[in-house]
């Protein structure tokens, strides 16, 4: 069975930084991308970019690209979506979800991680 | 890349048909066939109910399908249900090789 574990709910001060997780299994980790996607408070989707875990590259949505690092761990699985100085802006609910190459959609999606900044 | 249109609200009593609409631009809906469509119950994770246009993941009913004419997609669900009742979200590839979701649109059951 396919499954993206994420990390568990995180409460953070503006100016910190953040590391969240998605852990994948059921599948071989490193023949799909990864993709994550933002939900603000009562909000729409928004695509914040994806990896090829099987060599890190990345693609941004301009939006997000210089904000937010993605990065990947192939040897655990593990996606990675990181902030460096959280804003309160950035509180949200972020989803990873496995995208499809071949179809451009996203098949798989973790439970979601809410973030909130707050001082 | 600017949001895709999606209206606000739809709603339908049961058994009935409804149609949501999603208007890209030709660098969006109307230049690809990768157009995709999820449904979002509250505080849960989206789910994947169409793909390419119009193809159904196994496992999603008959009663959702998917169309396109030049750069507005469309979800019609048929018969209608009550657990139908969700929020719903269209996708697309994009030119600049990204990818757009629509603003959403809450279905409700009348």
């Known amino acids: 069975e396919v499954q993206l574990v994420q990390s568990g709910a995180e409460v953070k001060k503006p100016g910190e930084s953040l590391r969240i997780s998605c852990q994948g299994s059921g599948y071989t980790f490193t023949t799909y991308w990864i993709s994550w996607v933002r939900q603000m408070p009562g909000k729409g989707l928004e695509w914040m970019g994806m990896i090829d875990p099987s060599d890190s590259y990345t693609n941004y949505s301009p939006s997000f690209q210089g904000h937010v690092t993605i990065s990947a761990d192939k040897s655990i699985s593990t996606a990675y979506l990181q902030w460096s100085s959280l804003k309160a802006s950035d509180t949200a609910m972020y989803y990873c979800a496995r995208f499809l190459i071949h179809g451009r959609n996203f098949d798989y999606w973790g439970q979601g991680t809410l973030v909130t900044v707050s001082s | 890349q600017s949001a895709l249109t999606q209206p606000a609200s739809v709603s339908g009593s049961p058994g009935q048909s409804i149609t949501i609409s999603c208007t890209g631009t030709?660098?969006?809906?109307?230049?690809?066939?990768?157009v995709s469509w999820y449904q979002q119950h509250p505080g849960k994770a989206p789910k994947l109910m169409i793909y390419?246009?119009?193809n159904r993941p196994s496992g999603v009913s008959n009663r959702f399908s998917g169309s396109k004419s030049g750069n507005t997609a469309s979800l019609t669900i048929s018969g209608l249900q009550a657990e139908d009742e969700a929020d719903y979200y269209c996708s697309s590839y994009t030119s600049s090789s990204t990818l757009v979701f629509g603003t959403g649109t809450k279905v409700t059951v009348l």
């Open positions: 390419e246009v119009s």
């Open positions: 030709s660098s969006d809906v109307g230049g690809y066939k990768y």
